[in-house]
């Protein structure tokens, strides 16, 4: 599983707020690590809806999906993709609800944890600050991944770094050299994106039936 972050590692962590954790034991680390993202607020003087991290993970899960930040539904309910392209997503997978939402199979590690507000064309990107933190410390716990999708231009760029092509349509469409290592670019689910998937038919005949066939198979392993 590569986890290439594309602005790199931080050299030390900023000192979040709250009283010192316990010493963790021996199985206790990776809950205290979860504890600490979701206390974080590192980033809290940029967001104008204020922190609140949201993702899903569990050492054991097999699928790690890498997406870009939450939405404000998501923001507001606290569950990794609760919205409309989350729908979306679940039908690409070929998955229920349930199964999508269960930590033990599915991690969801955004770029970003926090909402990072509006923009004039739709959601901010993602926080700088926040892969660059987080990841390093987060994803060598998941260490029973065998498929990692990137999803979303930011996705991409963080997972993949130089070996990705010169766009997104092109990286994509390269989907077999890059499933082969373990990875699996995809556009972003958003409704916003329907004129993508008209030009792009080869994404439904192709990719989601070898995507479905995949994740069900690891799945149920």
């Known amino acids: ?128 600050e926040c892969a660059p933190l987080w990841h390093p410390r987060l994803l060598p716990h998941l260490r029973n991944v065998h498929l990692t999708l990137a999803i979303g231009g930011h996705a991409i760029r963080g997972m993949l770094g130089n070996r990705r092509k010169p766009s997104l349509t092109e990286t994509c469409t390269a989907w077999r050299e890059y499933l082969d290592a373990g990875i699996l670019p995809l556009p972003h689910p958003s409704p916003r994106n329907i004129a993508w998937f008209q030009r792009n038919p080869w994404f439904d005949a192709q990719l989601l039936p070898a995507l479905r066939n995949r994740v069900r198979t690891l799945l149920r392993a």
């Open 1 to 128: 599983m590569s986890t290439a972050v594309s602005s790199g590692r931080l050299s030390r962590a900023p000192m979040l707020p709250g009283p010192q954790s316990p010493a963790p034991g021996p199985d206790s680390g990776f809950d205290v690590l979860i504890a600490r993202i979701r206390a974080c607020r590192v980033c809290e003087h940029h967001l104008p809806h204020g922190c609140r991290p949201v993702l899903q993970a569990h050492p054991d899960a097999r699928l790690l999906i890498v997406s870009q930040a939450p939405g404000r539904k998501v923001h507001d309910t606290g569950i990794p993709f609760n919205d409309k392209s989350g729908d979306k997503l679940r039908a690409w997978l070929g998955i229920d609800t349930q199964t999508f939402h269960d930590p033990h199979r599915v991690a969801i590690v955004p770029m970003g944890f926090c909402y990072p507000g509006k923009g004039p064309s739709g959601d901010l990107p993602p926080r700088p």
